[in-house]
């Protein structure tokens, strides 16, 4: 068997984190045809097939799966190592790119990294928001934001922004038409404004009062996918919106918007930044994981 450099595993590791060889050319800054041409001469060296190419795909063979679990951890270390060192060097540097669901973004996130970036000038931050559920590892990212019964059970998660609760929120010119909703099942009498993931799936209105737990599949002519195009169709009159108390806040207290069935709206734990389990993580994830604690500690 002819010598299979280290170089010749990174491309390897590379092209089984992301199944793709087209993301994979994107991280290594070449062309796709030129990695898969690099993959075919490693498993020349070998005399063995690492990745079955489909065309819905890139999948690892049997000695794929068992070269990427064996050399995955030894590279994790080398980047541990790597990151050690950026404690000579005075202060944190690095990218740090955070996926997170546009209510995040906007309620929590932007003003943290506002200030983080002004304490930590040396630190680039790449936020990308979206609303479907990402595995932040094999996607390329350092960290996400989430609800804590999204987070997958292997991930560190770090209490991000405070409390959230939730609002049932409609026009005053909606209910000239119909009746204040008593209980949430009375919402069967009204139009609602639904919301869809980008799963395709619809989300059921969640409710709690003295123990009770209630999941309500509303019905109305008017479906989103993105809470602020819902804020303003339920100022508009389209219907009864389910929404974050800050984000209709402001309509709220200028009477664009009345809140209903609010004793089955209870506080809950907020969002949560999340990120792998490892020994070491990166200088910029843990300078802005320490940053996030830092300002949950002054909350308290």
């Not at 990427?68 to 951890?73: E, G």
């Amino acid at each position: 068997m002819r010598r299979i450099r280290s170089t010749d595993l990174a491309i390897f590791l590379t092209i089984a984190e992301h199944r793709s060889f087209r993301k994979a050319a994107v991280e290594l800054g070449v062309t796709p045809s030129a990695l898969s041409h690099s993959l075919r001469a490693i498993e020349e060296r070998l005399d063995l097939r690492l990745v079955n190419r489909t065309t819905r795909g890139v999948g690892l063979t049997e000695a794929g799966e068992r070269l990427f679990d064996r050399i995955r951890p030894a590279f994790l270390d080398i980047d541990d190592a790597l990151e050690d060192l950026d404690k000579f060097r005075g202060q944190p540097y690095g990218k740090l790119r955070i996926n997170t669901p546009r209510p995040a973004a906007k309620m929590v996130l932007l003003p943290i990294v506002s200030r983080f970036l002004q304490a930590y000038p040396a630190i680039e931050v790449e936020i990308v928001v979206d609303d479907a559920l990402v595995d932040t590892v094999s996607a390329g990212f350092d960290a996400g934001i989430r609800f804590g019964e999204s987070i997958a059970a292997d991930m560190i998660a770090v209490a991000i922004g405070p409390r959230q609760r939730t609002a049932i929120v409609g026009s005053p010119e909606h209910f000239q038409r119909f009746p204040k909703p008593v209980t949430p099942h009375d919402l069967k009498d009204h139009p609602c404004i639904r919301y869809r993931f980008a799963s395709g799936t619809y989300y059921r209105w969640e409710f709690e009062r003295g123990g009770v737990e209630l999941e309500i599949d509303v019905q109305g002519p008017l479906t989103l996918g993105d809470l602020d195009i819902m804020l303003d169709a339920a100022i508009d009159g389209s219907g009864l919106a389910f929404l974050f108390e800050d984000h209709a806040l402001p309509a709220l207290r200028d009477g664009r918007l009345i809140r209903v069935l609010e004793d089955w709206c209870p506080y809950y734990p907020g969002f949560f930044l999340y990120y792998p389990s490892r020994r070491q993580l990166p200088t910029a994830l843990r300078a802005f994981v320490d940053f996030v604690k830092a300002g949950a500690a002054r909350q308290r």
